[in-house]
């Protein structure tokens, strides 16, 4: 099972709009809508931000928002801020009832 | 309040084996699927196996099939994971990570603060 593709960087300035792509196939995120985003921090665990593809945990600020078309999820972090800064992770449950996780991102405020 | 926290780890050559604990408290451990998720240093996170609440259904990564068994007692509130021909590109942080799900994988609500297995000679 092949990591799903994720851009290796993406930038921006506090106050704007990023968005991070992940790409996978017909067999992962193209079958299911259990794709999931996770945030990390250096040092630290990962953290949900995002499941079933669109859904925001209760807690998770509603700047961060997802959506998915076809093999290709997304994550998409509006009004970003200095605390943004973190690694950026997706994962997707695949028809062979198995996770895969994406390339990881990792997003800088400028 | 939801904790895992993982035990076991250290330095251990290659070719020899090691087991890893995770224990749960906070929820209804029997109640839900668990994985265990691996970071090699300065990369990815990488899934390694997961396994359902009752254990009737187990998956792994094809890199750690055959030589990593998860398992889990739902009496004790723990998750294991035995690591068997330990390789140097083994060495990682290993996470235990709670699914939402129960008798299917969905998404990973919380993890622990993982235990660091190095092989090496």
């Known amino acids: 099972q092949s990591a799903l593709t994720q851009p290796a960087s993406v930038s921006g300035s506090p106050g704007q709009s990023i968005t991070i792509s992940c790409s996978g196939t017909?067999?992962?995120?193209?079958?299911?809508?259990?794709v999931s985003w996770y945030q990390q921090h250096p040092g630290k665990a990962p953290k949900l931000m995002i499941h079933?593809?669109?859904n925001r945990p209760s807690g998770v600020s509603n700047r961060f928002s997802g959506s998915k078309s076809g093999n290709t999820a997304s994550l998409t972090i509006s009004g970003l801020q200095a605390e943004d800064e973190a690694d950026y992770y997706c994962?997707?449950?695949?028809?062979?009832?198995?996770?895969?996780f994406g390339t990881g991102t990792k997003v800088t405020v400028l | 309040e939801v904790q895992l926290v993982e035990s076991g780890g250290g330095l251990v050559q290659p070719g020899r084996s090691l087991r890893l604990s995770c224990a749960a408290s906070?929820?209804?451990?029997?109640?839900?699927?668990m994985h265990w998720v691996r970071q090699a240093p300065g990369k990815g996170l990488e899934w390694v196996s997961g396994?359902?609440?009752?254990?009737?259904?187990?998956a792994y990564a094809d890199s750690m099939k055959g030589r990593f068994t998860i398992s889990r007692d739902n009496a004790k509130n723990s998750l294991y994971l035995q690591m068997n021909s330990l390789r140097d590109e083994d060495t990682a942080l290993y996470y235990c990570?709670?699914?939402?799900?129960?008798?299917?994988?969905?998404?990973?609500?919380?993890w622990g603060q993982g235990t660091l297995v190095t092989v090496s000679s």
């Open positions: 990570a709670k699914d939402i799900g129960l008798a299917e994988f969905r998404y990973l609500d919380y």
């Open positions: 906070g929820f209804t451990f029997g109640d839900y699927a």
């Open positions: 396994i359902t609440w009752n254990s009737g259904s187990i």
């Open positions: 017909s067999s992962d995120v193209g079958a299911y809508n259990y």
């Open positions: 079933d593809a669109s």
């Open positions: 994962n997707s449950y695949t028809s062979s009832s198995t996770y895969v």
